[in-house]
Structures are given as C-alpha cells and as structure tokens.
C-alpha cells in the first residue's frame, strides 16, 4: 500500500487538499481507494491503451504488434484499423446504453405519473406545454396529465418505432444537420433498434469496414444526444421543476459532524429527490436518535440534480467518491446507477457507512439493497433514511475526519435561466445582448467544459486549468457534470472567481448579474449534470437560429479535460456530428489506427476523409491544459474569421 507522504509533488492526487488529507489517512489505514490501486498499476495495458486488443470471440484475444512489428492481423483477418473502430463503437454503446436507460426510465416515470400510478406529480407544467407544442401535441382544453400521458408515449415511441427519425431528434435538431446525417445514413431511428444493430455491427463476422464502424460510431452520438441527453433532461424538467439560480456549497465541509450525513450518488433521479424530500420530513427522528438533524450532500451527477433544483451541497466528484466516506462521518451512500465505484463497499466496510443500492441492476456484494420503484418511492426513501439516522449512534468518533472549508458557488443555469436573465437587459429579444458580446469581440466564443475526474488524472488540474486559460481570454464557459464540481470547489462559480476573467467578458458578466440583482453572474455557469449537456447543446442551437447560421459554424467548443466515462467520449460524438471541435485530455485509445486518429482529428484542409470535412468540427486529444486551451483558442477564433466577426 503506497504512503501518501511517500509521493512527490507529481504523484498528488487531488488540486482539492482536503481530498489528499484523506488520501494519506486511508493509505496509513490500509484502506484500499481507486487511487492507490491506480499508483499500484502505474502503466495502463499498451495493447488496450491504442485500441489494438480485440476480444469479440473466443479464439482471441488477438492484439496487433506495434511499429509495424508483430501480427497486424487477428486470426479471423481483422486489421488495426477494424480493430480500434470497432472497439470505439464498443465504448460509443455502452455510452450511449447508459444514458439511453436514463431516458427511458424517466419516460416511464412521467407515463406513471402522468396515469396516477406512482409517487411523483408533474411540477415543470411550462416546460411540458413547451415540450408538447415542439412535438406537435394539441394541448387546447386538455388536463395536465393527459398532455404529460402524450408527451411520455412520444418519448417512449423512440424505443420502438420502426421507421422515420426520433422524435427528440426532430424535435432539437436543426434541419441542416438533419439533411446532412439522412445523407450520410446515421440518423437513428429508435434508440434500442440501432444500439442492438451497433452490437451487431461490433460482432465477430460483421462489419469489417473501418469507414462504416466509424458512422457507426456518429449514429450512437446521436442516439446518446437525442435519446439520452436532450429526452432526459426534458422529461426529468417536466417532472420536478426547470432548474433555476440556487446558491449552494462545495468542498468537503458540507459533511457536517452533527448531522445524520446521506450521501446520495449516481445519475437518476428520481431517487435522490425523495432521499431530499424525506431527509427534511424526517428530521425530527434524527433529533430524537441525538443529531442536529439530517444532511443530504451529493456526489457526481446525482449531486449535481439535487444542487440544481434544491441547492443540495456537494462533496465529491467520481474520482474521490470512496474518500468521502473517510470522513468517518457518512451515515448512508444511496446509490441508482453509472459511475459507481464497487470500491465503496469495502472502504464503507472500515466504517460505520452502509451503501445502499436501489436498481435490480445495479447491486455491489454486501451492500443493503433497498427496492425503488416510482408506485413505492416514498416508502423506499423513508426506508433509506430512517436506515441512515439508525447508523448515526454507531460513529466511531476517533475514525472522524471534519473539515470546516466550504466554497459557495451559484448554480441552476438553465437556459430558461439564462434566458430570464438576459431578457432583464432586452425583453423583446433577450439572446440579443449575448450576440452583441459575441459579434463585439467582449466574449470571444462559448465553451463547454464538461465530463469526468478521472484517478489517474490529478484531480481538478486540468478542469480548473482550461477554464481559467479560456475565461482569461474572454471565452464564456459553462460546465455540467463532475468538471462542474472541480470549477466550483475552486472559485470558478463565485463571485472571487471574476478576477480570472478577461475584461470584456467580465464586463458582460456584471452587466447581465447586476440585471437580475446580483453583484455579477459567476464566472463559469453550472448548466447540470452530464445528461445536462443537452442544455449547452440547445443553447447554441438557439444562438445559431437567431443568426440564421449552422451550430457549426459558431465560435464555440467543447472540452472534457479529465475523460473518465465511455459516455463522456459518446456525448463529445454528438456534438461532433453538430460541427462543435471537442477536447478531450486523456487519451481516447484510438491511437493503434492511424487511419481512425485521422478520421478523427485532422483538419478539414487534409487529404482523405475526416470529421471536420463532414461536419465542420474534429476531435483535439491534448493532455496538457495549457496547450489544449491554446488550440481551443485558436479555433474560437478560426471560427470567427469564418463568420466575418471581429478579429
Ligand atoms: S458522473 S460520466 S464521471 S461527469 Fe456524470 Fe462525472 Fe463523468 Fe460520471
């Protein structure tokens, strides 16, 4: 078991100390955590690392020998280039499943509650209104639930139907993007019909042709977009309430000592608003069993759900996710599903902490398992807390850790959000002042930084430092998903975060927070959890109708910093397949194909096919943040040239 103090600065583990304190307490424990197993494994597999090791059946594993050296063919005669598309498609699906399921399920949530079977009412009642007129919906003279009841079979009917485009699709996309996806042949038809073709296409004496395995891989971006990312957050909307402008806290000092603390972790939720709605209700119990009461605090995107709509605090992002219950101060971990690291049970186990899984699907050996369904969720969260406040007297006080530090940060930047705040300075036309910033020069270009901490990532340094480089350079950037969390944990969400900014952006910052009463709008906006990304996506899509140009054509990129997740480099596929350059800082494992990584990553002006020349954006693989913010910078303003704004 690596030492902490044994580390030189390079081997850190976190920008965040508090999580390193952890670090070195849990090392001198004994306790195994995802980053000393990741010190114990210093070299990732090299073969797995290109995406050369192919294991789709069973007269394999075969794996292509580098430098030209070695088999350059599997057994069944699959090259290089075979091999790492497919494997990309591989992680493309399993990216796309679990955000597809996310959807699906909220479909179902809203059905149910929309018939009057479950446990959940309709609170977004404006969105759903918005969402049913996009779907072409009659809503004259009709009552809540049946517009709620037509809605859910709309989103449902893009799981099944046989023919035509997905709603969602047709609902956000815009139809040039639209004409030039039925052309190339990837526009999905429904989402389960094209991830089995895809698992199909990815088996052993299917699809051969690397060109074919790669549309392929586009096909699953827009399923995971459309059918994952936009259908989730639209429904998840209608069902509890469009997020709006919250102030909440970050950093581990929201774990407070006298409270019964619930960690809830993981993507849905569905469960994390009742674990909040019922943690409130029953805080007298958690008196009478000797606490102050009862603390809800967040982990990954469940924690960003919560933050969104309640302001609920927010203690980690994934890659820290076992220190948390270090702390020695977590009552419970409720977990739903993606994301979850198996190691929390076995540092649970060294406390007096009890995960709790809730899915059918999702179960780690020896956790409790506390059935959720929407027809019973009040019954399983009051089980789930009530679990939680009966571990509060077993605390081992001399295990606890405290921390005192917290960091404010505001949060609930919906585009309705943001649009509300806009149209305090135009009313008539309030992405106005916006596009004046923009064509003005004072905001140079949008990004997004968006996705994952990752263990073998020095956690937050990379998120933190593409932020800074680009706000420093008057670039507007919004976050979703873990990266949201190391931005805020470090100022980049409050108001002392303003000194990072460029001066013209800060200009337009103050003026638009001052419109709506604040002091400024912080420096990067908290646009949700990584479904969220649906909402950068539909914001530019509006800022390019109003301009009556392409999504592609805007100054404006994405950038994932510390990729973690197969569903991080999915959603980058989608905003590929809309012309949008993303980044991404660790390595995609595509670098076995020479052919892929040009597909990919060169420029429109190169000979041969690539994604800039189809869609108009390509795929920047930079592991330095510096340099990655650099080239981001550079095509910001390539973009610009293109669309004669100011240099
Ligand atoms: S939880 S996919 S580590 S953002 Fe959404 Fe965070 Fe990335 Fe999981």
């Known amino acids: 078991m690596p030492k902490a103090q044994d580390h030189n600065h390079t081997q850190r583990i976190s920008l965040d100390h508090d999580f390193e304190v952890l670090y070195e307490k849990a090392c001198e424990a004994g306790i195994e955590t995802a980053f000393s197993r990741a010190k114990q494994t210093p070299v990732p597999c090299p073969f797995g690392s290109a995406g050369v090791c192919c294991r789709h059946c069973l007269e394999g594993p075969c ?92 989103a449902l009917e893009d799981f099944q139907k046989q023919a035509g485009a997905m709603n969602w699709l047709t609902l956000h996309a815009q139809q040039q993007s639209i004409d030039k996806w039925d052309e190339l042949g990837i526009t999905p038809v429904n989402v389960h019909l094209e991830i089995s073709k895809a698992v199909t296409r990815t ?66 939720p569905l469960l994390s608003e009742k674990i909040v709605e019922w943690s409130r209700k029953l805080s007298e119990e958690a008196k009478a069993a000797g606490a102050a009461g009862i603390n809800v605090v967040g982990i990954c995107c469940s924690g960003n759900e919560v933050l969104m709509r309640h302001g609920i605090p927010a203690a980690s992002s994934f890659s820290s996710q076992e220190l948390v219950i270090v702390t020695g101060m977590l009552e419970a971990m409720v977990v739903d599903v993606q994301c979850i690291m198996p190691g929390i049970q076995k540092v649970a186990e060294c406390y007096h902490t009890e995960i ?68 305090a300075l135009n009313k008539e036309d309030p992405l106005k002042p916006l596009l004046d910033a923009i064509a003005s020069g004072a905001i140079r270009g949008v ?39 190391s931005l805020a944990k470090h100022n980049l969400m409050n108001m002392q975060g303003l000194e990072y900014c460029g001066e013209s952006l800060r200009g337009v910052l103050k003026a638009i927070g001052q419109a709506v009463g604040l002091e400024s709008l912080p420096p990067t906006l908290h646009m949700g959890s990584c479904v969220d990304n649906s909402r950068p996506a539909d914001l530019l899509t509006a800022v390019a109708n109003r301009l009556g140009v392409e999504v592609k054509d805007l100054p404006a990129v994405g950038s994932c910093p510390e990729t973690h997740s197969p569903k991080a480099l999915v959603i980058g596929t989608y905003f590929l397949a809309n012309g949008v350059d993303v980044h991404v800082g660790v390595n995609p494992q595509v670098s076995g194909s020479q052919f892929v990584t040009d597909v990919l990553c060169n420029g429109a002006k190169d000979d041969g096919l690539n994604l800039e020349k189809l869609f108009g954006g390509k795929l920047i693989y930079e592991k330095d943040p510096v340099k990655a913010a650099a080239i981001l910078l550079r095509r910001i303003e390539e973009k610009r040239l293109a669309l004669g704004l100011s240099s």
């Open 203 to 268: 088996s052993m004496g299917c699809d051969a042709d690397p060109v074919n395995l790669l549309l392929g891989c586009l096909t699953m971006g827009l399923v995971d977009g459309f059918g994952g990312l936009h259908l989730s957050s639209d429904l998840q909307d209608i069902l509890f309430g469009v997020p709006k402008l919250v102030k909440s806290n970050f950093r581990l000092g929201v774990i407070k000592k006298e409270m019964v603390n619930i960690a809830v972790h993981g993507h849905v």
């Open 356 to 423: 709790i899984t809730t899915l059918p699907y999702v179960n780690i050996a020896g956790s409790t398992h506390v059935d959720f369904h929407t027809d019973k969720a009040d019954k399983a969260a009051q089980d789930i807390v009530r679990k939680a406040i009966a571990n509060f007297p077993k605390r081992e006080h001399q295990k606890i850790t405290s921390f005192t530090g917290t960091v404010e940060a505001y949060a609930g930047f919906s585009n309705e959000q943001i649009i509300e705040a806009l149209s």
């Open 63 to 154: 794996r292509i020998g580098f430098n030209g050296k070695g088999p350059q063919e599997g057994i069944c005669g699959a090259n290089g280039d075979t091999i790492v598309a497919r494997n990309l498609l591989t992680m493309m699906i399993e990216g796309a499943a679990g955000h597809a399921e996310h959807g699906r399920e909220t479909a179902l949530a809203l059905l149910e509650a929309s018939e009057g079977n479950s446990d959940y009412q309709i609170k977004g009642v404006e969105k759903l209104y918005q969402v049913a007129a996009g779907l072409g919906i009659e809503t004259n003279g009709k009552a809540v639930e049946d517009i709620g009841k037509q809605v859910a079979l709309k």
């Open 447 to 485: 990004a997004a930084i968006v996705g994952c901490t990752n263990v073998r990532e020095f956690q937050d340094w990379g998120n933190v430092t593409v932020a800074k480089e680009l706000l420093k350079n008057n670039v507007l950037v919004v976050a979703t998903g873990c990266s949201a969390h």
